[in-house]
């Protein structure tokens, strides 16, 4: 008869973190032998619903892949891989975050206002919201929140700017709150091999509303969410995130490009939780340099390749059409039992149709499946990878200065010169800005602090650190028609 540990845990291989653990759902006898309670829900079961299976069909690199072969991983493996770092971070930070929270409890803080969660509690918590942070992208990813998804308002929300527009992450929440919450309220344990690690404390459950906090972006003020759900939303959204760590060296191994040394244990060791919130010990700081330049050197020579934005110019007069054409012009918010059906597999064979010449009309009708003429010549040369448009003039600097694009603009037109006056529409312009932060976290409280050893917390040594590094790294290029 198999060990109750066996029963209780899958094992996924993967290339990035090598064995990924995944809660299975343990029948009542197996439950007994493995001396954990009854459960009526376990990883695997978000794991094989649609929407999170609906992930294998969206691509982590959009057009990347059309320049960087080998890059043909989803957005569903990402996710496992952000689950399990969220995972491991869960279990190094807990015993410092139990003990700041006893602090301020004892001393009638905002700790006071919610028991002390168990560490599978926490470690649980954040898995899944590591699982799920991407459940709401789009086919083509961030090119869709872009293109499709800004046309309309983000969800309200107090500390919210009024004029932020729709994204993924705002579907993420509402599918986590709206689909998946039931199986996310019925999990009761985290993988771990010592039952007491494993299993919640008597009466924890996860609240869907802390997973669907944890992946807002920007993140979100909400003193209702407990102290502890709020001191870990760094992880999600600071200087460096679970999400980050993963897509840093996953993108890198896949792409095959070398970035250089991504030490995500040595930050994990010097990392902890302060009264102040996240801290990093000093000697940490420099496994978070070497991590902030690998990140920007994948913007530099992945994300920003200049034909993988050729194709993006391309897909930027393309992709709304094409969603307009299989999807209407419905909200996705508002429509979310139809927008689980809408991947890149159904796009892209839409798109293949549209190629040969078949769908295709002068004044298609939203929801037709038809496009124009214009629209399937531009799908065709993108499924071709023959982009309209040739890299002629490329321009980077250091961003730190205001007006810094305008002034890059400025110079890629200056040099072409006469050619822009004498064709301008042979032209396009195509500017990108690579930041070596996600966040400011001398900005933003509560973000990220750095221990000194003499034991005093201190943003000096952060703010040192990323004054090494430029601010934003902005890439112009000024592109010509070709054909």
């Not at 091999?193 to 920007?218: C, H, M, N, T, Y």
Request: proline share 8%.
């Amino acid at each position: 008869m198999p060990h109750p540990q066996f029963e209780a845990v899958n094992l996924i291989s993967d290339p990035v973190h090598g064995y990924i653990e995944l809660t299975k759902r343990l029948l009542p006898d197996q439950a007994a032998r493995a001396a954990l309670p009854p459960e009526d829900a376990a990883e695997e079961d978000l794991l094989d619903t649609q929407w999170l299976q609906r992930l294998r069909r969206i691509s982590q690199l959009q057009s990347a892949r059309w320049v960087f072969p080998s890059a043909e991983h989803s957005r569903f493996v990402h996710g496992l891989g952000v689950m399990h770092e969220a995972g491991l971070w869960g279990h190094a930070l807990y015993p410092t975050l139990r003990e700041t929270l006893a602090e301020d409890a004892l001393a009638g803080g905002e700790a006071a206002a919610h028991p002390i969660p168990s560490e599978a509690l926490v470690a649980e918590t954040l898995r899944v919201a590591g699982l799920l942070h991407d459940v709401g992208h789009g086919p083509f990813a961030h090119f869709f929140d872009e293109h499709v998804l800004a046309r309309w308002p983000a969800p309200p929300h107090p500390s919210r700017d009024p004029g932020k527009r729709l994204t993924h992450e705002d579907l993420s929440q509402a599918i986590v709150e709206r689909e998946l919450a039931p199986l996310i309220e019925g999990l009761r344990r985290a993988p771990a091999a010592d039952p007491e690690r494993a299993v919640f404390a008597q009466g924890e459950r996860i609240d869907p509303r802390w997973v669907s906090f944890l992946v807002s972006k920007p993140p979100l003020a909400d003193p209702a969410m407990p102290l502890w759900v709020r001191r870990l939303q760094p992880l999600f959204s600071g200087i460096f995130t679970v999400d980050n760590l993963d897509y840093v060296r996953r993108d890198a191994l896949i792409t095959g490009v070398a970035t250089g040394p991504v030490d995500a244990d040595r930050l994990r060791r010097y990392a902890f939780i302060s009264p102040r919130g996240l801290a990093l010990y000093e000697s940490g700081l420099g496994a978070l340099e070497m991590f902030l330049t690998a990140r920007l050197f994948m913007y530099n020579t992945v994300y920003f390749h200049r034909t993988v934005r050729a194709i993006d110019l391309d897909l930027s007069e393309a992709f709304a059409p094409a969603f307009e054409a299989v999807f209407g012009d419905r909200n996705p918010l508002e429509a979310l039992g139809d927008y689980v059906m809408l991947d890149e597999y159904a796009l892209l064979h839409q798109a293949a149709l549209w190629a040969r010449g078949e769908r295709v009309a002068a004044y298609p009708l939203a929801g037709s499946g038809c496009v124009t003429p214009r629209v399937a010549e531009l799908w065709r040369g993108i499924l071709l990878r023959r982009p309209t448009w040739h890299a002629v003039r490329e321009v980077r600097r250091d961003s730190r200065a205001e007006a810094a694009r305008e002034r890059v603009e400025a110079e890629l037109r200056h040099a072409l010169g006469p050619l822009l006056q004498a064709d301008p529409d042979r032209y396009r312009f195509d500017l990108a800005d690579a930041d070596a932060r996600p966040q400011n976290p001398l900005l933003a409280e509560g973000q990220l602090v750095v221990a000194r050893r003499d034991g005093t917390l201190d943003t000096a040594p952060l703010g040192e650190l990323l004054e090494r590094l430029p601010a934003v790294v902005t890439v112009g290029r000024a592109y010509e028609r070709v054909g």
